[in-house]
């Protein structure tokens, strides 16, 4: 049973530097979605895809940030020139019915 | 915006205690209601679900029936066992959204032997 993949578990970066994140969703499940989870907090949404399309955009999503799901399958987000409010950790889930979700264990950016 | 409040941790109990864990929600439309739980070294998974006013929700011993009235959806559990201790998210589908679910701050619960 393989469930949601994501790499790198945790990435150190200094400000300023691009870094990117990899999800590898379920096989067959078509919906994937990005949170953003903070030490404290609940998991917060960044953005959906549905198959290879890119169908909502949080206002916490900024310019710096952009997501792609290319042919539907695994997806990458990638943050521009990071800032110390960036560090967090970058949840990804997979679900084939709406909001029941299937989370990875996540990716923590820390930004220097 | 559409939210959740769930009741602050760590709640600590024994072993074959009873376990309530407070949500309430704020929403515009009619919301679905979820708990997810996430246990020590593992990612978010669902735990249950209400999709309407009076449903409850039930899975591996928790439910959680939605009060359209109260604006609540509170867990429970008969008798918690140590397997039980992890972190649990109420969250709600997002009126203005499609697709997004809007979780709340979590509650931590470690159940002693």
């Known amino acids: 049973d393989t469930g949601v993949s994501q790499n790198p578990r945790h990435k150190i970066t200094k400000r300023g530097q691009n870094v990117t994140f990899r999800c590898d969703p379920i096989s067959e499940h078509n919906r994937l979605y990005w949170y953003r989870q903070t030490l404290g907090q609940g998991p917060e949404f960044l953005t959906y895809f549905q198959n290879e399309a890119q169908l909502e955009k949080s206002r916490l999503l900024s310019d710096r940030f952009s997501a792609e799901r290319p042919k539907g399958s695994f997806s990458t987000l990638e943050i521009q020139r990071t800032e110390q409010g960036d560090s967090a950790m970058y949840l990804c889930a997979s679900s084939l019915v709406p909001w029941e979700l299937f989370f990875g264990e996540g990716s923590r950016l820390t930004v220097l | ?113």
């Open chain 2, 1 to 113: 915006g559409d939210s959740v409040t769930q009741m602050e941790g760590p709640v600590t109990l024994s072993e074959e205690a009873f376990l309530t864990i407070n949500c309430t929600y704020t929403a515009t439309g009619y919301p679905s209601l979820f708990w997810y739980v996430q246990y020590p070294g593992e990612g978010l998974q669902l735990l249950l679900k209400a999709t309407k006013a009076d449903d409850k929700g039930s899975n591996k011993g928790f439910e959680a029936t939605y009060r359209k009235e109260t604006t609540s959806f509170h867990l429970e559990k008969g008798s918690v066992q140590v397997s039980d201790s992890a972190v649990y998210f109420c969250a709600l589908s997002d009126s203005n959204s499609g697709y997004a679910l809007n979780f709340g701050k979590g509650t931590s619960l470690l159940v002693t032997p």
